[in-house]
Nanobody, 124 residues
Framework: QVQLVESGGGLVQAGGSLRLSCAAS????????MGWFRQAPGKDREFVAA????????DYADSVKGRFTISRDNAKNTVYLRMNSLKPEDMAVYYCAATSRTIYQAARGPYDHWGQGTQVTVSS
């Protein structure tokens, strides 16, 4: 059974940083492109970033380019999202997701497996 468990969320002031982690189990991790999505109250879930199985190719939403960095450690079955220069509009529940498709096929979806999410709160 595939499990994705996010951690690292919390409360941070605007301009601050956080690093989210997502630990995966039950899948051949390197064979999956991984993505981060977020959902703010009253809004649809939106794409944030994605990374290929080998960690070479990445994709970012325009709203986070230059501030967020996605990375992965295949030896630890973990994907990360480093978030710098956080803004109040970044406040949301952040979800990690896994897809067996390549990043070229499905960077922004669809994804096969989802985590439960971790809350990021940014105070102004």
């Amino acid at each position: 059974q595939v499990q994705l468990v996010e951690s690292g969320g919390g409360l941070v002031q605007a301009g601050g940083s956080l690093r989210l982690s997502c630990a995966a189990s039950g899948l051949t991790f390197r064979g999956y492109a991984m993505g981060w999505f977020r959902q703010a109250p009253g809004k649809d879930r939106e794409f944030v970033a994605a990374i290929s199985g080998g960690g070479i190719t990445t994709d970012y939403a325009d709203s986070v380019k230059g501030r967020f960095t996605i990375s992965r450690d295949n030896a630890k079955n973990t994907v990360y999202l480093r978030m710098n220069s956080l803004k109040p509009e970044d406040m949301a529940v952040y979800y990690c997701a896994a897809t067996s498709r390549t990043i070229y096929q499905a960077a922004r979806g669809p994804y096969d497996h989802w985590g439960q999410g971790t809350q990021v709160t940014v105070s102004s």
